[in-house]
């Protein structure tokens, strides 16, 4: 006999409901006389810590002991109870259940004293030993009708549960073997009445509340969706997590969403099941490694974008700027987007972007700033009735594939360790029988690092498109000045670069350009010289004159110019020089650049506020296109 059995009574014969059933912390519940409101039985429920183990015990109020006839070793003085004539029973396997229905009747039909105190304490194994004691006796005998009309498989259901300071059974299994041996059943009672409870199993129910379940849950397999207390309904959803209600983990899956959608889209529903069951349906998925796809369905989205934008920020090459920059502002600040560097036309977000990957690809910058994945331990189902032991059978094939693993690999049934990767940053791993969850924690940001890249980032780019307030130099984004600096030279190459190309020269008007010029000479000579003879182009047969010696060629950017690029690959400050020759240092920048992509194959000089550098990457170059003949 269970607890379970005299509330069903209570409830059936004198309407008595059971209250405090939901309070799980102290496990305490009673039952009130009808007419005077006072407490009549004292009902509680306890797990022991080390074993796991339920044991259930009650208080009756029945009157005193006799001293004489039957004893049972089920019943025991009050242990809590401290005023009143009270009668203790432990409930278990021995417990005849029409002794206790015997000794409810006389508390409900007996004069009670008035007033009582309750002291809760654990109940600890010591309470197993339970000593010989008289129950009263009564005349008449007990009648429970409705008992007698219950359907054998419910009573044989009802048997099952047995909790008892010996019994190696949890909760949990205990609802999962009675799932198991009810899971066909079908019933034709209509569910009436209320029923609120946490953590509900059948033996919460009334025997006439466990006919209307099962007949509600057969019209739910069929696709009807009737009205039920929420409490009732999540016992049809722990029959599924426990491997109950379909032929396959996959089937249980879809079942198990198509309930919450036809429960809710009928009103049935509320937010905190469909809360849950989300979250089942994704423990679901990993404990079962069902494929990738169905556990993204079930997963939370506003977690699922979150960790797209943090995988963007780990894999930079392989998104876009615009997906690239969104990301960088969600973690950087929002207010990044609203930059007039981050607005320039053209460039300003590219930017932005290129720093961040060549941040990546030089400083580890999305290590730095976020760093490693932490390892959650991870408890699926820890808030519902779940038992984890449910139909675990080695496969015939003795192998299982554990989701979307990125290691590609199959794992042994037997091999401790399993992996399921939801996407590039949240994957789960099993290890010794126990679940983690790798993931990166957001707490751990280094916010400061990020947030000073980004910044360093938007005070260099307002000056390099000349745009904006300036901002006030800092410190927190040094670490990535270099990589800054970088960026910014390659895009001033690569702008250069562009408009060298852009230069088109058109050949087709030379032969005009040179006719026009002869026109001009002869209009410049004196009546002599046009008088002299031009000299006879040499005859074939004629010897070849001495051939003059050939002047050295002039070099490549003239004289000054090279003055100026010697000067530079010396160290030197070429401004006297360019002071001197009357050049512009653009101009002379543009020179000598020309000479060098010949040379070089690319610019070497840059003219910043009209002063000359030369690009460091390329000094042993121009010194080799000097002849070494510097002095550095």
């Avoid at 008007?509 to 006719?515: K, T, V």
Wanted: aromatic share 10%.
């Amino acid at each position: 006999m269970t607890l379970s059995d005299l509330t069903a009574y209570a409830a059936e014969k004198y309407h008595i409901p059971e209250r405090g059933r939901s309070d799980r912390l102290t496990g305490l519940s009673v039952l009130c006389h009808p007419r005077t409101s006072q407490w009549i039985a004292v009902l509680l429920r306890r797990r022991d810590p080390r074993t796991g183990v339920f044991s259930e015990y009650c208080e009756i109020r029945c009157g005193e002991l006799m001293s004489d006839g039957d004893s049972r070793p089920y019943i025991t003085g009050p242990k809590y109870m401290r005023a009143g004539k009270w009668v203790g029973v432990a409930f278990g396997k021995w417990t005849e259940d029409r002794v206790v229905f015997r000794l409810f009747d006389m508390a409900v039909t007996g004069k009670q004293a008035r007033g009582a105190a309750v002291i809760v304490e654990p109940l600890t194994v010591r309470d197993s030993a339970y000593k010989d004691v008289p129950i009263p006796r009564e005349g008449r005998a007990v009648s429970i009708s409705k008992a007698n009309t219950m359907p054998k498989r419910l009573k044989e259901m009802r048997r099952m549960a047995f909790y008892t300071p010996g019994c190696d059974m949890s909760r949990e299994a205990v609802f999962y073997r009675q799932a198991v041996y009810m899971a066909d059943y079908e019933d034709d009672v209509p569910w009436t009445g209320n029923f609120s409870c946490y953590y509900p199993t059948y033996n919460d129910l009334t025997p006439q509340q466990q006919r209307g379940y099962f007949t509600w849950r057969a019209a739910v397999r069929r696709g009807e969706f009737g009205s039920i207390p929420l409490s009732a309904a999540y016992i049809y959803v722990y029959e599924l997590i426990n491997g109950v209600g379909g032929d396959s983990p996959e089937e249980r899956f879809h079942r198990l969403m198509e309930f919450e959608k036809g429960f809710s889209d009928a009103g049935f529903g509320s937010g905190s099941l469909r809360a849950n069951v989300r979250r089942w349906l994704l423990d679901m998925a990993v404990v079962n490694s069902l494929p990738r796809e169905l556990a993204l369905k079930a997963a939370d989205p506003e977690m699922l974008d979150n960790d797209a934008r943090l995988a963007v920020l780990k894999e930079p090459e392989n998104a876009s700027d615009d997906e690239l920059f969104k990301a960088l502002c969600f973690f950087g600040g929002k207010k990044l987007d609203q930059s007039p560097a981050a607005e320039y036309p053209g460039k300003g977000r590219r930017l932005f972007c290129q720093v961040w990957r060549t941040a990546c690809r030089d400083k580890d910058a999305f290590r730095f700033c976020f760093g490693e994945p932490t390892p959650v331990r991870r408890v699926p189902f820890d808030n519902a009735v779940y038992y984890p032991f449910a139909g675990r059978q080695k496969p015939s094939s003795g192998v299982v594939s554990y989701g979307f693993a990125h290691s590609g690999r199959e794992v042994c049934v037997n091999d401790p360790y399993a992996e399921y990767v939801l996407d590039p940053v949240r994957s789960y791993y099993r290890e010794k029988g126990m679940w983690y969850l790798l993931v990166y924690d957001l707490k751990d940001l280094n916010t400061a690092a990020l947030k000073g890249l980004l910044r360093e980032t938007d005070l260099r780019l307002r000056r390099y498109f000349k745009t904006g307030r300036y901002l006030k130099p800092g410190h927190e984004g040094d670490w990535a000045a270099e990589c800054i600096d970088a960026v910014l030279r390659e895009d001033l190459l690569a702008e250069k670069r562009a408009a060298r190309d852009s230069i088109k020269v058109d050949l087709s008007g030379l032969d005009s350009i040179r006719r026009d010029a002869a026109l001009t000479r002869d209009r410049l000579l004196t009546d002599e010289e046009r008088e002299q003879p031009e000299e006879a182009p040499p005859s074939a047969e004629a010897p070849p004159a001495a051939e003059a010696p050939r002047e050295p060629a002039p070099e490549p950017a003239g004289p000054p110019y090279m003055q100026v690029l010697r000067a530079l690959a010396e160290g030197r400050d070429p401004s006297d020089i360019i002071k001197a020759g009357h050049l512009l240092p653009s101009v002379a920048a543009d020179a000598i650049n020309e000479a060098l992509m010949d040379a070089i194959g690319d610019s070497a000089v840059l003219c910043e506020d009209g002063r000359l550098t030369l690009d460091e990457e390329y000094i042993e170059e121009v010194k080799e296109f000097l002849g070494g003949t510097t002095n550095g």
